[in-house]
């Protein structure tokens, strides 16, 4: 079985990682302390295929402690206590250093167990994680150790990776690869940021590429984007991709920004994502635009509808026009604020019996104060409004709605000022 070319490429210095120079520039913090040979708990936070685990394993190798290598989606509580089990052994002389990859899928009992050791000393991790740290590790644990966080490469890092595998490639294979820049910057574009990806891409199509009558392997554009025409969708439904996606398509509507607006919701579409399109352009609508143009909702409504109604591809076409016009659209978050007071005064217990006058019930006991409903119906009065209460007694004078700074609401504001002689 042949090793992956990503995994034979694995640089082994820091210096040879391609990308994250925020941690690995030479005055930066990290990387003066770990070459300083006192090496910290730490938790490597980012996406696939960015340096994490390369990145841990040239630290580890190099630490000088013994070496244990686990992996949250296969590790077991017994395999963790076969590691703490060298702590005071001959063989833990210079020290223990846990490298355990994917450490999400550790189940809290699990990190629990690690608390103690860390805590002494007589432990060092280094963990990686896909997943936002602070949702998916135990904040014991996560407290002990400090935090990187790992970013998607530029396809300039990108780039660089692949000469170097060509030129791996070129000398193991024996052969000669012919790659246009064009064709290699495609696929440092293509794979968003996911070295792996752009390796396991490239190896894909050296291994299709048959040497022509000078025995040289052409690769060209076509050929990569055969292969690589989906990798740079990052998403995963239940993963932080897809919440930061889903919160820039929101925000960029919000923020009256189409073009933004359109990007995010081709990726959505492009990862079949149907779903998260139609609810949160419907959100937008109804939170954003609101009263500042409230025909919007009907006519977002209708796009939504027959966009389920089509399916994908067509119906990128109504969504797109409904995004445009939310994100074109006047601006109002005033019944959404409206709204959130009033629940929050619920949610606080300020409510209180609902008046008199406004109670479906037409009989009185005999220990009411006051007979009668005296209930006054709007219509019967001038303009169809009449001054009466309507909330309840402790909560009089309260204001949960404010007019917003649009046409629509301002002219609603001077109609009802001159009716209640404001």
């Not at 574009?189 to 199509?205: Q, S, Y």
């Not at 019996?353 to 007979?371: M, S, W, Y």
Request: charged fraction near 20%; proline fraction near 5%; hydrophobic fraction near 40%.
């Amino acid at each position: 079985m042949s090793t992956p070319l990503a995994q034979q490429l694995r640089p082994q210095s820091l210096a040879d990682v391609c990308g994250q120079s925020h941690l690995l520039g030479p005055n930066c913090v990290f990387r003066k302390t770990i070459e300083s040979g006192r090496i910290p708990n730490m938790i490597f936070y980012g996406p696939s295929g960015v340096g994490k685990t390369t990145v841990a394993r040239i630290i580890a190798e190099n630490s000088g402690m013994r070496l244990h290598k686990l992996n949250g989606t296969s590790a077991s509580t017994g395999d963790i206590k076969a590691v703490l089990a060298e702590i005071g052994t001959l063989s833990s002389t210079n020290g223990l250093l846990l490298y355990l990859d994917e450490i999400q899928y550790l189940n809290k009992k699990q990190q629990q167990s690690l608390l103690e050791c860390i805590e002494d000393g007589s432990v060092t991790l280094i963990a990686s994680t896909t997943e936002n740290p602070y949702f998916y590790i135990y904040n014991a644990l996560l407290s002990r150790c400090t935090v990187f966080e790992f970013k998607a490469l530029q396809p300039s890092d990108v780039e660089r990776g692949i000469h170097n595998a060509i030129h791996k490639l070129e000398q193991q294979q024996q052969i000669q690869i012919d790659m246009p820049q064009q064709a290699i910057q495609y696929l440092a574009d293509a794979c968003g940021g996911d070295m792996r990806k752009a390796l396991g891409c490239l190896e894909f199509v050296v291994s299709a590429a048959l040497p022509n009558e000078k025995g040289v392997h052409q690769i060209d554009v076509e050929m990569v984007q055969q292969v690589a025409r989906r990798t740079a969708m990052r998403y995963d439904r239940e993963g932080d991709d897809h919440y930061d996606i889903v919160s820039a398509y929101q925000k960029s509507m919000r923020g009256s920004d189409p073009d933004a607006a359109l990007h995010y919701l081709a990726r959505l579409l492009e990862a079949g994502d149907l779903v998260s399109a139609c609810r949160r352009l419907m959100v937008c609508a109804c939170e954003d635009v609101g009263l500042a143009y409230p025909q919007i909702m009907p006519i977002v409504k209708a796009a939504v509808d027959a966009a389920n109604m089509l399916g994908l591809p067509e119906a990128r076409i109504p969504l797109a026009n409904a995004v445009v016009l939310v994100a074109t659209s006047p601006k109002s978050n005033s019944a959404y604020l409206g709204i959130n007071k009033a629940m929050a005064d619920i949610r606080k217990g300020k409510s209180g019996p609902i008046p008199r006058q406004l109670q479906n019930k037409h009989f009185d006991g005999e220990d009411a104060l006051v007979k009668g409903q005296n209930y006054k119906y709007a219509h019967d009065y001038p303009n169809h409004w009449v001054q009466q209460q309507y909330l309840p007694d402790a909560l009089v004078g309260t204001v949960y709605y404010e007019y917003g700074e649009n046409k629509n609401e301002q002219a609603a504001r001077v109609y009802w000022d001159k009716v209640k002689n404001i």
